[in-house]
């Protein structure tokens, strides 16, 4: 059957279908659910933050390519210590003597306050164990985090043991450290204790918990004595929901649940550590292990400025300081010698900023709403809920200034372009002027492409409209004028200005200043009609000046103009003149 001339054939489902990628996917298994038919962790919502851990020290610092010299280190660890993290991972002391010596001088120079402990990692051998422990020698607060490989393909692969003899590793290694720190360690130091089964995403659950309750065993938490057992996925292999079945498995089958700090480490293999990360906490963990924006091996750790952020713009407060999140970037970016992306959430460059008109036009829309809202509240908009589309929080909350919020280029619209001449010179546009200058800007950007400039935006806007003695293009240079109201309630108006090159006075007589302008025009052989008129002042206080906006019909052609005075009369006839100029131009 033949379709009608001028409609399109319809596209069915068949044609749509996506075809297989040829992709050898028999090489991959799916990854082993969880089954908890009552699982609560879905209904959960975090109200508080976790406990947090950053390893930017250790495991941030191993992926590196140029791992931290001890000053970048120090630096690393001072912003940590500024930002508020009271858990801090420090090295890997027996990994060789930078991070032995590294451990000693932050020791030794008094760099650790005393509410912040600091952790160290171990393998499960006996002469590892003793030096890690020698590390920490005289530090106030301390934790050895020891860690062994649980999963089967490393029990196969790697060690070729039984699931007894991995276990009996974590239990003796366990048993070290006890045995050392009682050793080396003075009563100046509170200790504690890690224990990690690695690659807790690959091991069997019945057998995590059982390697976890026997390092319990011989560890004894109880009241004022706890033990974190850290959960790595050290390998992201599931969804987020699986992740958090895990944990809520291990939650509820831990016999000594009350004395364990369940610890959450994820890594970002599947794009998903963040998610992962939140949904653990909401099945029962009590602590994330991170990096700052997601430093760490292959595709990195979870990414703890992220997770912050996130429970700052849902009204939780993460006990972490991100006021000066462009410091945060700097230093993290100078002790890493590693870029943060553009588009990294709340962190990078880009990530307040809007190209799109349509997104541009709503986020003013929204300050504008903000102000407004404020102002009926008899409140400052920081004392309001913040409501700005497009921005899930205050971008000044976090250091940044309002200049980069918007920017345009070819793909903004009027939104973004009288959002800059607002916020960066306090002229409110009438909406069809924006139509107007936005089509003068979306011009320059066809034209030249790439992105426009505050500074840009305000030099063509003055070439536009805003003709003054150091600009004075145009057939007429307002000089002065004069306004007398007779009994009847009509304005005559004098005016001394430039007219094509010479001194002119001009009157004209109306029901108010424009209108009498209009008319004195008339004699110049300028045929002008008032369609709209807007002022608005720009500043509070008795020298402020006015930002006047005529539209006119000149000659038949439609066009705005702009005047700025402290004189409010004075400020319409530049709008005047400035739309009579351009109609010569």
Known sequence: MSQPVGRPTPVTNATQAQKPSGMPIHKYGQYDAVDIPDRTWPNGRIT???????????????????????????????????????????????????????????????????????????????????RTVES????HRATVHLYNATAPTFRRVVFRGTKEQVKQIAVDGTRLVMEYADKILGDETIFGYQYSPEIFTDTELDFALEVCEAVCDVWQP??????????????????????????EWMS???????????????????????AAAELAIMAGADRIEGCLF?????????????????????????????SQIDEIRRTSEYCNQMEIHPRHPYAGDLVYTAFSGSHQ?????????????????????????????????????????????????????????????????????????????SKIIQQKTDSEGGEVTPTAIWSVFQDEYLPNPENPWGRIQLRSGQTTTDKDGRDTLTVEAVVDGRDTVLTGTGNGPISAFFEALATTGVDARL???????????????????????????????????????????????SAVNRASR
């Open 294 to 322: 997601g430093q760490g091996e292959r595709t990195g750790n979870v990414d703890l400025v992220t997770l912050g952020m996130n429970l700052f713009s849902q009204g939780v407060d993460p006990q972490i300081d991100f």
């Open 531 to 577: 369609l709209d008129y807007q002022e608005h002042t720009m500043s509070e206080g008795a020298s402020a000046q006015a930002a006047s906006y005529i539209e006119c019909a000149i000659d038949g052609v439609v066009l705005w103009g702009i005047g700025i005075d402290a004189n409010t009369t004075r400020a319409s006839l530049k709008a005047v003149i």
């Open 361 to 437: 036009d709503a986020i003013k829309k929204g300050f504008d709403a903000m102000e407004a809202d404020a102002a009926a509240a008899g409140k400052t908009v920081d004392d309001i809920e913040w409501a700005v589309p497009y921005l899930p929080i205050d971008p000044k909350d976090v250091g940044r200034s309002y200049e980069a919020v918007i920017r345009v280029n070819s793909q903004s619209g009027k939104g973004g372009i009288a959002y800059v001449l607002k916020n960066d010179h306090k002229l409110d546009l009438p909406r069809r002027m924006q139509i107007e200058f």
């Open 136 to 139: 920490l020698r005289g530090a």
């Open 48 to 130: 508080k933050a976790p406990r947090w851990l950053s390893t930017d020290l250790r495991d941030g610092n191993q992926a590196l390519i140029d791992p931290m010299s001890p000053a970048r280190k120090r630096e690393m660890f001072d912003l940590l210590v500024r930002m508020g993290y009271k858990e801090i991972e420090v090295g890997f002391p027996s990994s060789g003597e930078t991070d032995f010596n590294f451990v000693r001088s932050i020791i030794e120079e008094g760099a650790i306050p005393e509410d912040v402990t600091i952790s160290v990692l171990t393998q499960a051998r006996e002469e590892l164990i003793e």
């Open 222 to 247: 109880e009241e004022g004595r706890e033990i974190i057992l850290n959960l790595p996925a050290t390998v992201e292999r599931s969804t987020p929901s699986t992740h958090a079945d895990r944990f």
């Open 252 to 274: 509820r089958n831990l016999s000594r649940r009350e004395y364990v700090c369940l610890s959450v480490h994820p890594h970002n293999d599947r794009g998903t550590a963040v």
